[in-house]
């Protein structure tokens, strides 16, 4: 009995020392574009900040302000004693979108990478959506808003939605075929993956996205697309009439047909 006693101890030793292992933390470089975002920006940023401490992260929050007009950058200095994950890094002129998520990336330290939109339209909470993926060899791990398991809280106009899904049709045509959303802002990429990818790039602009998968695909990189939680912004940058038509050419350059 004593010699049983004496074994069931040290088993319950050994159980709570296991119990107390530490864990390696998600390492984790969050990448933000920012472009006149003085008013959005700071809440987003506080709320990815409080997400990645809770979840105790190995992370760091790379806001990209790619030549705002506002105020945008004197607000994250601002911050920046109080946000420690948080560096900052201005371009004094307007670059586009592409080039501030590509200079955060060039930039970032973490193992892997999430690119999201400062409005937070899908809350950085659903980044527990994407790891399953990731930790199975997905390199790219794309957010969507047309999976059968997104949650649309506030839809774009009509007209939006209608332009998106003649987008998408092209792009699976031409360029990525099986998906069915790109543009979804809110992506998780394995660091060393979009770094090889990075040099294959030969567009400007907001089809960027596709790209990135188009020659993530050639280089033989698994993706896979996750719905996320998802709703509209009024204020969003992206301009139908404007980019849209500048994304069509695009798609075209991307398959060397322009």
């Known amino acids: 009995m004593i010699a049983l006693a004496a074994a069931r101890e040290e088993v319950g030793s050994t159980l709570g020392a296991v119990e107390r292992v530490a864990y390696p933390a998600r390492s984790l470089s969050v990448i933000i574009p920012a472009y006149n975002e003085e008013r959005r920006l700071p809440g987003s940023v506080e709320r990815i900040h409080r997400y990645l401490l809770e979840k105790r992260y190995d992370a760091e929050i790379i806001v990209v302000d790619d030549g705002s007009r506002d105020r945008t950058t004197q607000f994250m200095h601002a911050l920046q004693p109080s946000l420690p994950l948080l560096r900052v890094l201005t371009h004094k002129t307007n ?16 193992s ?17 959506r994407l790891w399953p993926f990731y930790d199975r060899g997905y390199s790219l791990v794309v957010g969507s808003r047309r999976h059968r398991d997104s ?8 007209y939006r939605r209608f ?3 003649v987008f998408n049709r092209l792009v699976s045509l031409t360029c990525v075929r099986g ?4 543009q ?10 979009i ?3 990075l040099p294959e790039l030969r567009t400007k602009g907001f089809a960027f996205d596709v790209e990135i998968l188009m020659r993530g695909r050639d280089l033989g990189f698994k993706i896979a697309e996750v719905g996320v939680t998802w709703s509209n912004s009024p204020d969003t940058r992206m301009k139908v009439l404007g980019h849209g038509s500048r994304m069509f050419r695009q798609l075209l350059q991307m398959k060397g047909l322009w």
């Open 95 to 110: 670059t586009g979108k592409d080039y501030a998520v590509l200079a955060g990336v060039r930039i970032a330290r973490k």
């Open 112 to 128: 892997s990478i999430l690119m999201t939109d400062a409005d937070l339209s899908t809350p950085i909470e659903d980044l527990a």
């Open 151 to 158: 949650r649309i809280l506030v839809p774009q106009p009509l």
């Open 163 to 165: 332009v998106g899904r």
């Open 179 to 182: 998906l069915r959303d790109t």
């Open 184 to 193: 979804c802002g809110f992506k998780l990429f394995d660091r060393e993956a």
């Open 195 to 197: 770094l090889r990818i």
